[in-house]
């Protein structure tokens, strides 16, 4: 980058009018000239581009090396480090970072024996079907550079050192490496390596660690004591097998690799051969699903009747509020996406609530979390009061909340709030000045 161009062409010698483009401070100019002998010609493109300086070279050179060499001073904890993640990667990475549906998981699948052997054993078996992260990474250079450089996705470059020093701080706390009061910091992040679970799972016998290394060109490392038979340890379950639409549609034309016709049953063994003349011609095209398909696909109706508050407004409610605005379409696009990033924990079969809030439906919410579609499991909920606190105050009061709801929504033997009729309604929620009068 920006290196001089000087000397990098010799002159073309000829015996007829060559055209030389000359370019000099800034402007073009074109001219005609008889060629010329080699001594006297001078040489093209001169003073064409210049050194970079020392501005430019440090702004590009921001990798940080295993040695941490490159690593800038800073500090950040496991609490800040947590609300930045909640702000800026838990729409694709998950609360907890165990999310899927973007990327792959960032924790999980270490224990406590992997931080103190340095080597994740789950890596030798099929215990974790998928690979996080934390599970794969050897170096905490590697992830404090990457976070760096790249996240969050869509605005990369934008965290500061400390920011940065924070994540990487939440992540490890996530997988239990760094307590929750943790402070990682230029200072202690070398002390840090050597509790990383996977920290002597790689080699640095690949010729490449070193600018003197020599690479097996010939490969002759990786093809002795190779396995008789290779065994494909990765299925989609039945479930999640067309949860995306056919993944056959979704790839290149070319090349190797095929996505896996998903509107068809697997197949029972791989073929012998023809793989790059796969063919998607047979694929099926998925029915194009309208509103009300989509609705009823996405769970929307768990939260939104057609005409009545549930946990959240009605549809006829949100076309209400939206009637008449300009960008409407764009603003509930943004607000179903964002809606739809909700953490569904159907693996898990207990639920604990503590530092209980005032509203039933908070906890509510936190329930059905897990008390799902596609639970497997009953659910057990824990509540956890203490007593002689405001505590039982706060149980008492979303007690009272839950039975009041339940006498005017549910109640036997009398008209229900929701079938009332609009004058009805008004009577009952009306003040009765007459009667409220002081004698």
């Known amino acids: 980058m920006f290196k001089s161009a000087n000397g990098l062409m010799k002159p073309m010698l000829a015996s007829a009018v060559v055209a030389t483009t000359i370019f000099s401070s800034g402007a073009v100019y074109a001219q005609t000239a008889q060629a010329t002998p080699a001594a006297s010609k001078p040489k093209p493109y001169m003073n064409m581009g210049r050194n970079a300086t020392p501005a430019e070279v440090a702004a590009w050179d921001i990798d940080v090396r295993p040695d941490f060499k490159g690593l800038p001073p800073g500090s950040g904890s496991v609490a800040k480090g947590q609300a930045l993640w909640e702000k800026q990667c838990a729409s694709c990475h998950g609360t907890f970072g165990e999310s899927n549906e973007v990327f792959t998981p960032i924790a999980g699948g270490t224990t406590k024996d992997d931080i103190k052997t340095g080597r994740v054993a789950s890596l030798m078996s099929d215990k974790q079907p998928q690979r996080t992260t934390i599970m794969k990474v050897a170096t905490i250079s590697t992830l404090w550079d990457y976070v760096y450089r790249a996240m969050p996705w869509n605005a990369p470059r934008s965290l500061t050192p400390d920011e940065t020093y924070a994540l990487v701080a939440f992540m490890l706390n996530l997988s239990e490496v760094v307590p929750d009061d943790f402070v990682l910091s230029n200072k202690n992040i070398a002390q840090v390596q050597g509790m990383l679970p996977n920290r002597n799972g790689m ?90 398909d989509l609705f009823k696909k996405e769970n929307c109706s768990a939260c939104h009747a057609p005409a009545a508050k549930l946990v ?115 009577k009952f929620v009306s003040l009765d000045l007459e009667r409220a009068t002081v004698v």
């Open 312 to 426: 959240g407004p009605s549809i006829a409610d949100v076309a209400n509020k939206y009637k008449g605005v300009a960008n409407a379409q764009a603003m509930l696009e943004k607000k179903v996406k964002a809606g739809g990033a909700g953490l569904n924990l159907t693996a898990a079969s207990h639920v604990v609530h503590f530092d209980r809030w005032w509203n039933p439906a908070v906890e509510n919410q936190a329930t059905d979390r897990a008390f799902r579609i596609g639970q497997q499991r009953n659910v057990l909920v824990h509540k956890f009061v203490c007593r002689g606190t405001v505590e039982e105050r706060i149980d008492e009061m979303i007690t009272g909340k839950r039975e009041l709801a339940a006498q005017i929504l549910d109640g036997d033997g009398g008209v229900k709030l929701t079938e009332m009729r609009d004058d009805e309604l008004l």
């Open 203 to 292: 080699t640095q016998k690949h010729g490449l660690w070193t600018v003197k290394g020599t690479p097996d060109v010939k490969n002759t490392a990786c093809m002795s004591n190779c396995a008789q038979h290779v065994a494909i340890g990765s299925v989609l379950p039945d479930y999640a097998r067309n949860a995306h639409n056919n993944l056959a549609e979704q790839n290149r034309e070319y090349g190797p690799y095929r996505g896996v016709d998903t509107t068809k049953p697997p197949l029972a063994a791989l073929p012998a051969a023809g793989m790059m003349m796969v063919s998607t011609a047979s694929a099926v095209a998925p029915k194009a699903a309208g509103p009300a």
